[in-house]
């Protein structure tokens, strides 16, 4: 499956599963359905919490438009998201188009992502920082 036509139709596919993710997201609640959602195997393995950990109840309460709470839970992914969904936007119009796409791309340099594993790595060691306002970075916003 190739061209555009086949592009299509994986986008829609792919748009058709994250709805349906985000639908179960929404309905669901983390922490309380803990047979539906993934543990953290970070936090599992060493009890600190990893850059990630908060992300799920941080999207369940953004798809519930409650920004408060999820800037508790993970202020990193909350603050990111839309940076990141741009980013993605971007490279999607890239794909889907092809050759014949001429707007804007996402280009990242390796200056770049050295600077986002090292903003990543240092947010993971100031979250389990028990000082505050280091201990505002955690899940549940300290």
Aim: charged letters at 15%; one cysteine or more; aromatic letters at 10%.
């Amino acid at each position: 499956m190739s061209g555009f036509r086949g592009r299509c139709l994986v986008s829609v596919l792919i748009l058709a599963v994250g709805i349906l993710l985000a639908m179960g997201l929404y309905r669901g609640v983390p922490g309380r359905d803990a047979a539906y959602f993934p543990k953290c195997v970070v936090r599992q393995a060493t009890g600190w919490d990893c850059a990630g950990c908060g992300m799920t109840r941080a999207t369940h309460e953004l798809l519930h438009l409650r920004f408060g709470k999820a800037l508790a839970y993970n202020p990193l992914i909350v603050l990111a998201s839309p940076l990141i969904m741009l980013a993605c936007g971007m490279q999607w119009a890239a794909w889907l188009y092809g050759e014949r796409y001429r707007g804007p791309r996402v280009r990242f340099s390796m200056r770049t992502g050295v600077v986002m594993v090292v903003v990543i790595l240092l947010y993971s060691v100031l979250r389990n920082i028990p000082v505050w306002p280091l201990t505002l970075l955690g899940p549940g916003g300290g």
